[in-house]
């Protein structure tokens, strides 16, 4: 019996962990290959965010991770953890060169990584499953006498289960009975489908209690995501990621994917806490553009939350409806996610989706206006020529902005030339040499400049940008972070789209498109839209 005072008292929620593991197999992704700025930078940015557990390294498998555990980092809520194996077979905890670099590591936690599949006990350890069971211990109980918070990471445990669950089991009891405070089922292969993880993982947790559970799944089936969640459905407390997914093959489960669900989705929102904030989580989609910066590569605009398209609509009759009410094609608001809504302007579109766009770049007209209907069509044309407006928001908002006259002339390119030569070095080496001259008009005076670049638009954008009187402040701090090139049918005349990304000092960036039959008349187009709308966000004067 109660007094009914509990009924009044609000539901307590499990507290589920995030580790995140970026730093050391997402840098098995091909490609990636991280110095040790990097990893400093991207575990101060994950303990900002409120990741619990972030995974720098393995110290001794080479430099940068050596160098990474020297000295203690001081995130200030992740706990910094080392990666590595547990002891070598044949040898003891106090006789293994590799287990010993490993405790002597400055981290927080270690994470150990161990068979549990029979067969690769035999096949790749070459030893017998018992003293797989004994190294399992051993090691755990070197790291716990060390005073570190233990993992491990159950290798192939989920293939492992299927052909041999007893021993597959016995491996994540031997880790859970000599002190291991995570012992984490790895789906090491990718191949494990959401409905065998989760019944698994009820299995386990007969031995295993759950909140000592973690999961760590890869992508092969593109199931990684939906693995993390069953497993939490079935019980772990622990889901392994990385940001982006990124990974070894085809990836891990991507923590910027995962993280939303768990904190919008009702079904884990009213059962679980983690340590990301509400304010953390708008800063999502900064956090995955950073990773992406600082490894030099475009973000997936197609991403879920935290893309560019993850909010856009661009059909006429969806715009529509969500200009009435946008939970009709929306899972979750945008902003919840630091993301916002975009209502795209296309051939398909209709006066809803340029009556949406319009108004976000604040210029509210009535849907009867004539202009509305003049400019929809203009569109239409364009499009017809090979321009594509979606993805480039800001030479619509010019062409708009146009159309109403709203555009100053802050000046005029009256000529331009690029020259592209071969020609010998000092060195006797072959090189390919870019010069781009360029012939600006401003009011009554004319600049003329020259400079060099890494092939034609290089070149271009580097005269264009390089002297533009009065004007030159207002643009010191712009530079292009994407350029892309579609060709948009065949041949030698084919025509050509150039979307051009940029960025400026503030952070923010843009998109505008140039299109032509040749590819520097289409480059320089976008880059034209490109300074003229920094000039007018900037407030420049005519």
Aim: charged fraction near 25%; aromatic fraction near 6%; hydrophobic fraction near 40%.
């Amino acid at each position: 019996m109660t007094d009914g005072r509990e009924a009044d008292q609000p539901h307590r929620k499990e507290r589920l962990y995030l580790f995140d593991t970026t730093l050391r197999d997402g840098a098995q992704t091909n490609g990636v290959d991280f110095t040790l700025h990097d990893k400093l930078a991207i575990a101060a940015m994950l303990d900002e965010l409120g990741v619990d557990y972030v995974e720098a390294g393995y110290p001794g498998a080479n430099q940068t991770d050596t160098e990474v555990f020297a000295q203690h980092r001081g995130l200030k809520n992740a706990a910094f953890t080392a990666f590595g194996m547990t002891r070598r077979p044949g040898r003891s905890a106090s006789n293994d060169p590799g287990l010993a670099m490993l405790l002597d590591a400055a981290a927080d936690a270690i994470c150990f990584v161990a068979k549990s599949w029979d067969y690769h006990v035999k096949v790749a350890l070459e030893t017998t499953n018992e003293e797989n069971l004994a190294s399992i211990r051993d090691s755990v109980t070197a790291a716990k006498a060390k005073g570190r918070e233990v993992l491990l990471d159950c290798e192939h445990f989920f293939d492992g289960y299927k052909a041999n669950p007893d021993y597959a089991v016995a491996c994540a009891k031997a880790a859970y009975d000599a002190g291991a405070r995570w012992v984490v089922l790895c789906d090491t292969n990718g191949g494990t489908l959401p409905h065998e993880v989760e019944a698994i993982v009820r299995a386990v947790t007969e031995y295993v209690p759950g909140d000592h559970l973690g999961i760590h799944a890869h992508n092969d089936t593109e199931q990684a995501v939906a693995n993390s969640l069953a497993a939490v459905r079935a019980g772990v407390r622990q889901i392994q990621g990385t940001l982006n997914g990124l990974g070894e093959r085809c990836g891990n489960a991507n923590l910027v994917s995962i993280i939303p669900t768990l904190k919008l989705k009702p079904e884990f929102a009213a059962r679980f806490d983690i340590g990301v904030t509400d304010a953390s989580l708008r800063k999502l989609p900064d956090v995955s553009r950073k990773l992406d910066e600082l490894l030099n590569r475009a973000s997936n605009r197609h991403a879920p939350y935290v893309g560019e398209s993850a909010f856009t609509t661009k059909a006429g009759i969806h715009a529509s409806a969500i200009i009435k009410d946008p939970t009709t094609y929306e899972h979750v608001t945008p902003e919840a996610v630091g993301n916002m809504r975009q209502v795209l302007v296309s051939e398909q579109a209709g006066k809803s989706n340029v009556l949406a766009e319009l108004d976000k770049i604040g210029l509210a007209l009535d849907k009867d206006d004539p202009r509305v209907g003049r400019l929809l069509e203009t569109v239409k044309e364009r499009q017809t020529l090979g321009y594509s407006y979606e993805a480039a928001g800001a030479s619509f908002e010019l062409l708009a902005r146009r159309a109403l006259g709203s555009v100053p002339d802050y000046f005029d390119v009256t000529q331009f030339d690029v020259n592209v030569e071969q020609r010998d070095n000092a060195l006797g080496e072959r090189v390919t040499v870019t010069m781009a001259v360029v012939k600006v008009q401003i009011g009554d005076d004319t600049f003329l400049s020259a400079a060099e670049g890494n092939g034609p638009v290089n070149a271009l954008d580097h005269a264009l940008r390089k002297d533009l009187g009065k004007y030159q402040r207002y643009i010191d701090g712009l530079e292009l972070t994407d350029y892309r090139v579609r060709i948009l049918n065949g041949g030698t005349e084919a025509v050509t789209r150039v979307t051009i990304e940029s960025r400026d000092e503030t952070g923010a960036r843009w998109t505008t498109v140039g299109v032509s039959a040749n590819v520097i008349a289409a480059s320089f187009q976008a880059l034209m839209d490109s300074i003229v709308y920094k000039l007018l966000k900037s407030g420049a004067p005519v």
